[in-house]
């Protein structure tokens, strides 16, 4: 099967790293989405796996289409008896880009009459009654070119199941797992966000160290699909348990100078099973310092004019400078949108273009001393 994964611009890098980690070879990202083959045993490890990515979808197919009637029958041509029921609930998800389809909605409707027409003909039945599975299936056309997909995942992959509770301006789950994934931490490694909010960063943190897979626990649309082979997931989730590192995985901190933030932060550790290798304070962050050497200082400090917050930010991010900057071995991240972060910061090592939710932001990476080569002669860093 071709296989597609949806990706937030900017995070492409990590995913990739992601899909050789689990042993699945070099994929090219196109327009927002990584390409690779696979099987529903791909399919599965995809979505239980994966920390950056946004979404697992199935190229079901592809064919030019620049009137409704070519639609209709690249559509209809697709074996869709081999993916769905005639009981499956159809839902369409579509996009044009440079075609003559601009009318969205309208090309919706003739890829869903399209299906069921197909189903019915296929399963000899007059009806399909979408009482069943969920589908979402996804149209995008491109230039007159129709990219026919399911996506395998249902809900987005930044779903892991721990953030229920509510704060100002949440961080996606997956966008922290990209920073924490292209930063230099690793496990063993001390670990700071004097900003948490809600907790996402931290939280993520602890599970790249402790190696807990993020789809562990949580539902996917393709494991209501009578085409996948049963055990599946099941298989993959045992694998994901097996793979978790019980021993000494260094210190995480989190501190926030709300304690309702705190509160939820702890809340969200809690239901993600890390709450006990997380230290939470409640704390000015121009106050934090850490005893131990080498570390990594991952944050997403106030923008302002998301939290329609007009005051002049510019002396909490040159505080936020001063801090870090006491820490030389130490590497920072941050994350804003603030236009002067750059200016009160300094020069960052590297700066790239992460979005949070439709937000565009800065990542600028300070990088402080390199540490000493560990006994088998790789760099802490590594």
């Not at 993020?214 to 085409?227: E, L, M, T």
Request: charged share 30%.
């Amino acid at each position: 099967m071709k296989l597609q994964i949806c990706v937030q611009t900017g995070v492409e890098a990590a995913v990739k790293r992601e899909i050789e980690r689990l042993g699945l070879g070099h994929a090219p990202a196109i327009r927002g989405r990584i390409e690779l083959s696979g099987d529903w045993d791909t399919v599965a490890r995809l979505n239980v796996f994966l920390r950056a990515g946004e979404r697992v979808l199935v190229e079901v197919g592809k064919f030019p289409a620049d009137t409704f009637d070519a639609l209709y029958d690249g559509v209809r041509a697709l074996c869709w008896e081999e993916f769905l029921t005639p009981h499956a609930h159809v839902l369409i998800d579509g996009k044009s880009f440079r075609s003559k389809l601009v009318a969205v909605k309208a090309a919706g409707g003739v890829v869903k009459k399209a299906i069921i027409d197909r189903l019915k003909e296929r399963f000899r039945t007059n009806t399909v009654d979408e009482r069943g599975e969920r589908a979402v299936v996804g149209v995008s056309i491109f230039e007159d070119v129709a990219t026919i997909t399911l996506d395998t995942s249902g809900d987005g992959l930044h779903r892991r199941g721990y953030r229920v509770l509510t704060y100002d301006a949440p961080l996606r789950e997956t966008t922290a797992a990209a920073i924490v994934e292209d930063s230099f931490y690793r496990r063993g490694k001390a670990f700071a966000d004097p900003f948490c909010g809600s907790g996402t960063i931290a939280i993520e943190a602890a599970m790249y160290a402790k190696n807990v897979a993020p789809g562990k626990s949580r539902d996917f649309d393709f494991a209501h699909w009578k085409c996948v082979p049963k055990g599946v997931l099941a298989a993959v989730r045992e694998e994901a348990k097996a793979l978790e590192w019980s021993g000494d995985m260094g210190h995480v901190y989190a501190s926030d100078l709300s304690p309702r933030a705190v509160e939820i932060a702890r809340e969200h550790a809690k239901r993600a099973g890390v709450l006990g290798d997380i230290t939470y304070s409640v704390g000015d962050m121009r106050k934090f310092s850490c005893a131990e050497r080498y570390g990594v200082l991952v944050c997403n400090p106030p923008y302002g004019a998301r939290m329609n917050d007009r005051e002049d930010l510019f002396p909490l991010y040159r505080d936020l400078s001063k801090m870090f900057r006491a820490l030389p071995a130490w590497s920072a991240y941050i994350l804003s949108a603030y236009e002067g972060a750059q200016r009160a910061l300094g020069r960052p090592d590297k700066r790239r273009i992460l979005y949070n939710a439709d937000l565009k932001c800065s990542l600028l990476a300070y990088y402080g001393e390199k540490p000493p080569l560990a006994p088998d002669g790789a760099s802490l860093r590594d």
